[in-house]
């Protein structure tokens, strides 16, 4: 080689550029590590912030009202000038009380077993490990290529994702940094792209899962386990709105009232888990059916979110009405003031529906003074509400105080009325506070607009509302009405008749077949049935027909709120359920009746308690964490599956500079 190449100043000149490349690039990753690190740390706090303010903010709004209204009391007792010291100093003694709750309530986010500390670790903690699971991950979708060519022509799209790819793409590029977007590690050269995408997810969801089974650990980590009276009225998981009610005989609903409560322990984070459930099974959902759902069921997207809304409201109010033990004690409540039905009648539904009490039998005198003391509260003779004398309660009776008619028509009205002033108080703060918070310039450029739309879009929630109760209480008049009566009698009859047609065609061919002249029918309808009695009517049509009509009141809201509300109930529907526990005991042969234990099984009553407990606190942890971990990768990846106000808040923890796996370049 010739000196004049070696020392040409173009190589010197190329030399020294490769060297400055060198030492740019290393500067950058230096300079990319720290802005990782910091990254990871914006994260944490974004979500102990989120977390803080959804633990703080309810109790320090309950708190100041509470103290509003014991502040106002005191001034309402201070019209005399006897008492004007008193009041005066009882004054300044509950504005410090207030401000020391306000502060207890302050510092309590900040324990260490707090939603705050778990939301943090759950963010942040999955930005930390999305970076060591990948390289675990990229090597199980590289063993796993057979098998999923094998299950590919399943998928309606032959291996390509459809979805809305446009605001994917978009909020993608928003999320991934440049330098990753313009190239790719050596090792992956032989994956595909859908592999990538694959690896993306598969990345997030392990490590966003991984830290949140760490998060509800410390969040399990105390030493109270809260029961269901503890649960906040204004917790965004126990009622979806606030109930001011000042009505304490419509709200009451003390343990007296609720027969077969048990005080039993329940689990801390059993509310957020149903909540995250919920989500992550919708957002799943959503996915399946864009991708693998056959074209004939594209109906069940217009009409799924309302139906099943009336399922699971017809499931809440069954539990309303009957096992109210089942549901948090302040969602009863908030039930119980939007219905205004006095809690005398429930119990007296109740007893009904149990077999304990029935129109012209004698009863216990407890019993009879319920239903004297409805009668005289609204000014009736008490021989009308006696259960031994009557041979139905009368409508007026029913109706009570507020719709105080012999008409249901007029006591449907009036509650609906009732019920529509209640809810524009709950609604007209809900969507003026965010307008007035975010919405400013729109409020300033054309406040009259921005006025109607906060006016009509109230009064459309608050008509849902009032439509609910009313809905309710037409179903219950109309349930224990004569009509009704006599038409379930018809279709009783005719199913008699029908059930013995067709055991006598059945004895008919019995006899061709096997040559027998006689076969005996069954001798439950050579007996003469029960008729349907008025307190049948009352205490089992009634409620439950006031149940399933509640929920088409959904049609009322607006489309775009629907899934959301239906997402709300669905989790109070399942938590009224038992079946995790019936399940567990099921598999592992349990059962807490000594006497029904059999012989192999030598465990205790106390034992097995505790073995049904263990396995349901490490189910509902890995339930958690999963859930947790789908909303995380479906937020980061595919925004679009994701509704609700579950996606405003992950993105806010998320951030918009998550660090997902290097894209292959795209080839020109």
Same mark, same amino acid.
């Given at each position: 080689m010739s000196p004049s190449v070696v020392g040409s100043p173009r190589r010197l000149i190329t030399t020294e550029s490769s060297i400055e490349l060198l030492n740019y690039v290393r500067r950058r990753r230096e300079t990319w590590n720290e802005r990782l690190l910091?990254?990871?740390?914006?994260?944490?706090?974004?979500?102990?912030?989120?977390?803080?303010?959804?633990?703080?903010?309810p109790l320090l709004i309950k708190r100041l009202v509470v103290g509003f209204i014991r502040l106002k009391n005191y001034n309402q007792s201070g019209t005399t000038r006897n008492s004007k010291n008193k009041v005066s100093s009882s004054l300044a003694t509950s504005s410090r009380t207030i401000l020391l709750e306000l502060f207890k309530e302050l510092r309590r986010g900040f324990r260490p077993n707090g939603l705050a500390i778990a939301s943090g670790v759950a963010m942040g903690g999955a930005r930390v490990l999305e970076g060591t699971v990948r390289p675990i991950v990229v090597s199980l979708v590289r063993s796993t290529r057979p098998i999923r060519k094998k299950f590919s022509k399943i998928n309606r799209t032959d291996g390509t994702v459809v979805s809305k790819t446009s605001e994917s793409d978009n909020i993608t590029q928003e999320l991934k940094p440049l330098s990753l977007l313009s190239r790719r590690d050596e090792k992956d050269e032989d994956l595909t792209d859908?592999?990538?995408?694959?690896?993306?997810?598969l990345s997030t969801f392990t490590a966003a899962s991984c830290s949140s089974m760490f998060s509800i650990m410390i969040l399990q980590r105390t030493t109270d386990r809260m029961r269901q009276t503890d649960q906040s009225t204004l917790h965004p998981t126990t009622t979806p709105y606030p109930t001011m009610s000042s009505d304490s005989e419509m709200i009451k609903a003390s343990s007296s009232s609720l027969p077969g409560v048990k005080n039993l322990s329940q689990s801390p984070t059993l509310d957020f888990t149903l909540f995250f459930l919920v989500r992550a099974s919708d957002t799943l959902i959503r996915v399946i059916y864009d991708n693998y759902a056959p074209d004939y069921l594209y109906f069940l997207r217009g009409c799924s979110e309302s139906i099943l809304f009336q399922l699971c409201c017809w499931r809440i109010m069954w539990c309303w009405f009957y096992r109210p033990e089942k549901l948090p004690i302040s969602y009863v409540r908030w039930i119980s003031a939007l219905s205004s039905m006095d809690q005398r009648l429930l119990q007296l539904i109740r007893l009904g529906r149990l077999g304990e009490i029935e129109y012209g039998r004698m009863t216990s005198v407890d019993v009879k003074s319920l239903g004297r003391s409805i009668a005289e509260r609204m000014g009736r003779d008490g021989d009308l509400g006696d259960i031994e004398?009557?041979?139905?309660?009368?409508?007026?009776?029913?109706h009570g105080k507020l719709g105080d008619s012999e008409s249901c028509s007029v006591n449907v009205l009036r509650r609906w009325k009732k019920a529509w002033r209640q809810a524009m108080g709950?609604?007209?703060?809900?969507?003026?506070? &965010?307008?007035?918070?975010?919405? *400013?310039?729109?409020?300033?450029? !054309? &406040?009259?607009?921005?006025?109607? *739309?906060?006016?009509?879009?109230? !009064?459309?929630?608050?008509?849902?509302?009032?439509s609910f109760v009313g809905l309710c209480w037409t179903g219950i008049c109309v349930g224990r009405s004569m009509r009704m009566k006599l038409f379930l009698e018809y279709l009783l009859n005719r199913e008699r008749k029908l059930r013995k047609t067709v055991l006598k065609l059945k004895r008919f061919f019995i006899s061709l077949i096997l040559r027998r002249d006689r076969v005996k029918i069954s001798s439950s309808f050579k007996t003469k049935v029960k008729g349907i009695t008025m307190m049948y009517m009352d205490t089992t049509v009634g409620p439950q027909l006031g149940s399933f009509l509640a929920g088409i009141s959904i049609l009322i809201e607006n489309s775009s709120r629907r899934g959301e509300m239906m997402l709300y109930v669905m989790m109070r529907a399942l938590c009224s359920f038992n079946w995790v526990d019936e399940i567990i005991k099921t598999l592992f042969k349990i059962d807490n009746n000594k006497n029904l234990k059999s012989e192999r099984n030598f465990r205790?009553?106390?034992?097995?308690?505790?073995?049904?407990?263990?396995?349901?606190?490490?189910?509902?942890r890995i339930v958690f964490s999963i859930s947790i971990g789908t909303i995380t990768s479906s937020v980061v990846h595919d925004p679009e599956y994701v509704r609700g106000i579950v996606k405003g808040i992950f993105k806010f923890a998320i951030g918009s500079d998550w660090k997902t796996s290097r894209k292959k370049k795209k080839k020109t």
């Open positions: 910091e990254l990871k740390v914006v994260a944490f706090m974004r979500a102990y912030l989120i977390g803080y303010g959804t633990e703080v903010v859908g592999e990538l995408r694959t690896i993306d997810r004398l009557v041979e139905r309660f009368p409508c007026s009776l029913i709950i609604y007209l703060p809900v969507f003026t506070v &965010p307008t007035l918070l975010f919405n *400013r310039s729109k409020l300033r450029d !054309s &406040p009259i607009k921005v006025l109607i *739309r906060i006016l009509i879009s109230s !009064s459309r929630s608050s008509l849902f509302l009032s205790s009553v106390e034992e097995d308690e505790r073995v049904v407990g263990l396995i349901s606190v490490w189910l509902e």
